[in-house]
């Protein structure tokens, strides 16, 4: 199996100093292959954790992050399925399903990932795969005041975890 994490705003060391002990005893260098992030990484020092954990990591550009090289939206292929990723800054209303859809449409993907809202969210909607991985520390949002710390991955068995089986 190929075991893929998506995960997002971090906002370290600003919003939260670090991840939470649970998850940083799951990530592991070596066992996972793919990182898909939503950005909002905010320092080059968490980029470079990511890319300790897994050798393929893509990473779009949050409101908040410093680096202006990462992109504003990017489609990655993982197995059979075609992955959209963005932020979800740029989505109007932040969150709203239906204008991710659209942008899913645009991209011509299998799978949505978006984020910006800090809020676990997996879903199925007209056939295709639409994913929001929250935020990895439980920081703060101007939606999601007190946001449980979460991430979505295929392999792992957390209380709060959700599945896509590549």
């Known amino acids: 199996m190929v075991l893929v994490l998506v995960i997002g705003d971090m906002h370290m060391p600003y919003r939260k100093a670090s991840l939470p002990p649970k998850f940083?005893?799951?990530?592991?260098?070596?066992?996972?292959?793919?990182?898909?992030?939503?950005?909002?990484?905010?320092?080059?020092e968490t980029h470079d954790y990511l890319k300790n954990i897994a050798s393929d990591v893509h990473i779009v550009r949050g409101d908040f992050?410093?680096?202006?090289?990462?992109?504003?939206?990017?489609?990655?292929?993982?197995?059979q399925f075609k992955i959209g990723l963005i932020h979800g800054h740029q989505?109007?209303?932040?969150?709203?399903?239906?204008?991710?859809?659209?942008?899913?449409?645009?991209?011509?993907?299998?799978v949505m990932i978006s984020g910006h809202t800090h809020k676990l969210?997996?879903?199925?909607?007209?056939?295709?795969?639409?994913?929001?991985?929250?935020?990895?520390?439980?920081?703060?949002s101007a939606i999601e005041r007190d946001p449980v710390p979460a991430f979505y991955s295929n392999g792992h068995s957390v209380e709060f975890l959700g599945y896509l089986r590549l």
Do not use: M
């Open 65 to 79: 992050d410093s680096n202006t090289n990462y992109p504003e939206q990017k489609v990655v292929t993982v197995g």
């Open 121 to 140: 969210e997996a879903y199925e909607k007209d056939g295709k795969f639409y994913i929001n991985p929250g935020s990895v520390t439980g920081a703060y």
């Open 91 to 110: 989505v109007i209303p932040w969150g709203d399903h239906d204008a991710i859809a659209t942008i899913r449409r645009q991209l011509d993907v299998d």
């Open 24 to 44: 940083k005893k799951l990530l592991v260098p070596g066992k996972i292959q793919h990182i898909l992030c939503t950005g909002n990484l905010c320092l080059r």
